[in-house]
């Protein structure tokens, strides 16, 4: 999945993103998952979310441990907070769906109206507008660093 860009959109009346035409191209049967983290909201296929999910895991050699508590509270709490979602016809994510499981979590994220679409190579996030072009600003003096200045 290759997923790039960003763009601006605005939430209709009933919470729907139109997703750009290049990413409904990436979800061949129309599903997603939808997560909300700390900034955004995060879409993904249901392979790629089983990828991401697996890679908090799989490090140093090691794989998933059904026998390490953390391992167990970390998949669910991860996996209980995935909304499955449809593209419809029209090419829109009903972001409402998100408030079935977290009924403040589109509040919370601020994506009520303006919001913008970025491409994160395996999966998009759905950021609030405002909040977008603040990290934003930032980032020449980063982008300058890691390219010119040694690394991060």
């Not at 999945?1 to 919470?15: F, P, Q, V």
């Not at 191209?25 to 991401?52: C, H, M, S, V």
């Not at 449809?86 to 009520?112: M, Q, Y």
């Not at 759905?126 to 603040?134: D, T």
């Amino acid at each position: 999945m290759y997923l790039y860009g960003s763009k601006r959109y605005n939430l209709d009346a009933k919470a729907r993103l139109t997703l750009p035409a290049n990413y409904r191209k990436q979800f061949d049967d129309n599903q997603l998952l939808l997560i909300p983290l700390k900034d955004a909201l995060y879409g993904f296929t249901p392979e790629g979310f089983g990828r991401w999910v697996n890679s908090f895991f799989e490090k140093d050699g090691k794989k998933f441990d059904a026998g390490n508590r953390r391992h167990v509270e970390l998949r669910r709490r991860l996996t209980g907070s995935a909304v499955p979602v449809e593209i419809d016809s029209a090419g829109r994510v009903a972001l409402g769906k998100v408030d079935a499981s977290d009924p403040n979590a589109r509040t919370r994220l601020g994506l009520e109206h303006d919001v913008t679409v970025v491409g994160v190579e395996d999966h998009f996030e759905v950021w609030n507008s405002q909040k977008w072009e603040a990290e934003q600003e930032n980032l020449p003096d980063v982008l300058d660093d890691l390219m010119f200045g040694g690394g991060l």
